[in-house]
């Protein structure tokens, strides 16, 4: 079948969204350099866009554009004139390929490898948490700049910068193509956890403008933890992280009503969960779970997303066992944020006032001074326990910290609610 102009284009974003990670990571296990291996496939696909729709899509479109790809890095080298040893080494792997050509499964081995070297490379402690997130999305996610500043609401032309700086730090510190050794491995594998946990948490609960879901971000997100699952299946935290993100996403598409307020937890329709989402997340748990040893952080956050997952309706939920294993997630990882947690799972399982307890002494940690979520939970138990001037306090505040609008509205209408000396009615 012929393919329009417009369905080859479509065709080519869809391709790079899925490709563009192994391409670069495939250039850069050629070249060492992360920051000229993105410059080589935007090369690449631009020889695409003017190419295919006149000859069409070739047969294997990823190995097109990492043969274009490397026919631009020799080119390059040898217009540096420089690095002839190099130069003959990547003619010779090069050797008479063709666009269309049939990689064997020793080079998908090898693509897959320099992936992961990528990940880390992307994901590196040298850079800003932000800045890894930005990197990674665009060279592992196949994301374009605009569509990565739209994700995190800053203009084109500060995240252009974010990307640029950097990939200019990498190169500057001399970072290396590879993976960890075994010493460094836990801390930076650390790093690359977070990165995906940081970008989908922005997507689940977007931390400022109109809208409380972003899903395109939450499903990159997603995309990058199963990723990460097939690249080190070894691991039983990449695991975790991957239940913990299936079994949240599954309740995306009952957070939000039909005008895209907020809809909390404990009043969702839960007839409304994915529950294909769930069985994939309850699968890689029992992954992490089967490697044995001392649950890690984000198993421990993945139990407890189960906790509610299995529960058919609110009144199911095992209160008791949610809140022991956020006692044990703040022994392994402990964090005002977790303690915070930890007392609502508590109000629920033992009343509101032993949730109160535990949040009212959390309110003189600096690092919650400004977190609106802190306000919002003491208004809630304070709401629950009838003490709804107290209550509507709370509500006020936490709505003058929140960023996101969607979430302000939310708050202030339970603090108006409050005022009256009504419960919250949602």
């Not at 009503?257 to 989402?277: I, N, S, T």
Request: glycine share 6%.
């Amino acid at each position: 079948m012929v393919m329009g102009v417009a369905e080859v284009n479509q065709t080519i974003d869809a391709v790079w969204r899925i490709e563009s990670g192994r391409v670069i990571a495939a250039l850069a296990g050629l070249v060492r350099d992360v920051g000229w291996a993105e410059e080589l496939a935007q090369d690449a696909l631009v020889a695409a866009l003017e190419q295919w729709p006149r000859g069409g899509v070739p047969a294997n479109p990823g190995a097109w554009l990492t043969t274009v790809g490397k026919r631009r890095a020799i080119d390059g080298i040898r217009r540096r004139e420089v690095q002839d040893r190099k130069v003959a080494e990547l003619v010779r792997d090069l050797g008479e390929e063709t666009f269309t050509p049939d990689f064997d499964a020793a080079f998908e081995e090898r693509i897959e490898d320099d992936l992961l070297r990528l990940i880390f490379t992307a994901c590196h402690p040298v850079l800003t948490p932000q800045a890894r997130a930005a990197l990674t999305l665009r060279m592992v996610g196949g994301l374009k700049t605009e569509e990565i500043a739209r994700a995190f609401l800053v203009p084109e032309p500060t995240m252009a910068q974010r990307i640029t700086r950097a990939k200019k730090t990498l190169a500057e510190a001399k970072v290396p193509f590879e993976v960890p050794d075994a010493a460094e491995r836990e801390k930076r594998l650390a790093s690359v956890l977070e990165v995906t946990y940081l970008i989908f948490n922005e997507g689940y609960a977007a931390t400022a403008g109109d809208d409380w879901l972003r899903p395109a971000l939450c499903e990159d997100a997603l995309r990058l933890a199963r990723m990460l699952q097939t690249l080190m299946p070894d691991e039983p935290e990449v695991h975790g992280l991957a239940a913990l993100l299936e079994i949240q996403a599954s309740r995306t598409g009952a957070r939000t009503d039909a005008d895209g307020e907020p809809v909390l937890l404990l009043e969702q329709d839960r007839r409304r969960w994915d529950q294909l989402l769930i069985r994939r997340g309850l699968t890689a748990l029992d992954r992490a779970s089967a490697a044995g040893g001392q649950a890690g952080p984000y198993t421990l956050q993945a139990e407890i997303a189960a906790g509610h997952a299995r529960a058919r309706t609110p009144e199911e939920t095992d209160w008791a066992r949610i809140a022991a294993s956020y006692a044990e997630l703040a022994r392994v990882a402990p964090s005002p944020v977790v303690e915070l947690n930890r007392a609502v799972a508590v109000s629920f399982a033992d009343g509101p006032a032993a949730g109160l307890a535990l949040a009212r002494p959390l309110a003189a940690e600096p690092a919650l001074a400004r977190y609106h979520l802190l306000p919002a939970v003491l208004g809630d138990l304070l709401a629950r326990l009838g003490r709804y001037a107290e209550a509507a306090a709370e509500f006020t505040r936490a709505a003058e910290l929140t960023g996101n609008v969607r979430e302000r509205t939310l708050l202030r209408d339970r603090a108006a609610d409050c005022a009256a000396g009504l419960p919250p009615r949602r």
